[in-house]
T-cell receptor, first 118, second 112 residues
């Protein structure tokens, strides 16, 4: 149980285009989802917290107009990288917190989306 | 976020126990100690967490020092599939909610 699915697992796009990444909780409802970015040989960097039915909370230094987050249902959050550039190439990972769980409940992570911008 | 310090890398032989240390000298009374691991090209997965007492589950054991300034993740018999980056993370439910902030972690290499 507790599966988080990300789609696509990898994507290549041209500079200037936008890319949407989906994060779904398959067997549980998630009031909160988190989006991370990971560059090669680095740790995960938290980008934003996505709350169902409300605006996302972005970490300092993350451009909210560039990384659009929508959390329209209890099982789906999307991250759209707008006007992507080569420096946006990275591994994007989402995680979900089970609705009704405690603050110490484990987070469940997707398997990531590798974005390459050419 | 309270800071944790882990060795950059460790190496273990297959079938032997592995002790992964984590220092967190500035831990607060409400910080929980969480461990996650990340296999290559995958998202992280939960390993274990604790507050004060030692914890055991099917994946690992967590030994927490009495003063809580350090902890050790114990893999009782390492396998090749345990090769991953292991992250020790402090999480205060009062301030962090259920957010996780990752540090650099320890790269565990397992030799056959």
């Amino acid at each position: 149980g507790a599966v988080v699915s990300q789609h696509p697992s990898w994507v290549i796009c041209k500079s200037g285009t936008s890319v949407k990444i989906e994060c779904r909780s398959l067997d549980f409802q998630a009031t909160t989802m988190f989006w991370y970015r990971q560059f090669p040989k680095q740790s995960l960097m938290l980008m934003a917290t996505s709350n169902e039915g409300s605006k996302a909370t972005y970490e300092q230094g993350v451009e909210k107009d560039k990384f659009l987050i929508n959390h329209a249902s209890l099982t789906l959050s999307t991250l759209t990288v707008t006007s992507a550039h080569p420096e946006d190439s990275s591994f994007y990972i989402c995680s979900a917190s089970r609705a009704g769980g405690s603050y110490n409940s484990p987070l469940h992570f997707g398997n990531g989306t590798r974005l390459t911008v050419t | 976020d309270a800071k944790t310090t882990q060795p950059n890398s460790m190496e273990s032989n297959e079938e032997e126990p592995v002790h992964l240390p984590c220092n967190h000298s500035t831990i607060s009374g409400t910080d929980y100690i969480h461990w996650y691991r990340q296999l290559p090209s995958q998202g992280p997965e939960y390993v274990i967490h604790g507050l004060t007492s030692n914890v055991n589950n099917r994946m690992a054991s967590l030994a927490i020092a009495e003063d809580r300034k350090s902890s050790t993740l114990i893999l009782h018999r390492a396998t090749l599939r345990d090769a991953a980056v292991y992250y020790c993370i402090l999480r205060d439910p009062l301030t962090d909610g259920n957010k996780l902030v990752f540090g650099a972690g320890t790269i565990l290499r397992v030799k056959s």
